[in-house]
T-cell receptor, first 111, second 111 residues
Framework: EAQVTQNPRYLITVTGKKLTVTCSQNMNHEYMSWYRQDPGLGLRQIYYSMNVEVTDKGDVPEGYKVSRKEKRNFPLILESPSPNQTSLYFC??????????FGPGTRLTVT | EDQVTQSPEALRLQEGESSSLNCSYTVSGLRGLFWYRQDPGKGPEFLFTLYSAGEEKEKERLKATLTKKESFLHITAPKPEDSATYLCAVLGSSNTGKLIFGQGTTLQVKP
């Protein structure tokens, strides 16, 4: 089954404790992206990757890092999480950056 | 600046009562307009892509149309299972693959 998977689905952590949210797709898509969704602000792009070893910032990259060492994986790293990063995070992938398919989401709470 | 506005914010319908959701957009060089369905706590589910004015797409009770300034999602004889938030997004001419999302319309269909 073609899908985008994210882990963990739910995470509660404390300020400053490094964490990684994994994203994997099995569709051989070149393009992958991370979004966060907040009430009243909608979905906003954090980082994106056009291909392996090619990443760039979206609209809200501060406090986040990404890497793309393999085509199928695109982890999101929070080096020192803060409460304002409490949000619902979605990974998405696309063959060419047009029709994007989203993962199930990771609900992160930073206390 | 690329922008997407959806209306209404919320819509309540009786089962069988047809209606339309609006998505107004401004974008430099539209590469695609996308409709997604999102259920609470889940990732957006891809519905349609529209590329040029005059284009229409249909899927079951849903029909999406596109003009140069807006898109409509028509829902014919809705059922309670159509209850969800419907998101509209545009992809502009920049090479980032960044989808610009509207705030969404939350549809509730009562039996």
């Amino acid at each position: 089954e073609a899908q985008v998977t994210q882990n963990p689905r739910y995470l509660i952590t404390v300020t400053g404790k490094k964490l990684t949210v994994t994203c994997s797709q099995n569709m051989n898509h070149e393009y992958m992206s991370w979004y966060r969704q907040d009430p009243g602000l909608g979905l906003r792009q954090i980082y994106y990757s056009m291909n392996v070893e090619v990443t760039d910032k979206g609209d809200v990259p501060e406090g986040y890092k990404v890497s793309r060492k393999e085509k199928r994986n695109f982890p999101l790293i929070l080096e020192s999480p803060s409460p304002n990063q409490t949000s619902l995070y979605f990974c998405a992938s696309s063959l060419s950056g047009t029709e994007q398919y989203f993962g199930p989401g990771t609900r992160l709470t930073v206390t | 600046e690329d922008q997407v506005t959806q209306s209404p914010e919320a819509l309540r319908l009786q089962e069988g009562e047809s209606s339309s959701l609006n998505c107004s957009y401004t974008v430099s060089g539209l590469r695609g307009l996308f409709w997604y369905r999102q259920d609470p706590g889940k990732g957006p589910e891809f519905l349609f892509t529209l590329y040029s004015a005059g284009e229409e797409k249909e899927k079951e009770r849903l029909k999406a149309t596109l003009t140069k300034k807006e898109s409509f999602l028509h829902i014919t004889a809705p059922k309670p299972e159509d209850s969800a938030t419907y998101l509209c997004a545009v992809l502009g001419s920049s090479n980032t693959g960044k989808l610009i999302f509207g705030q969404g319309t939350t549809l509730q269909v009562k039996p």
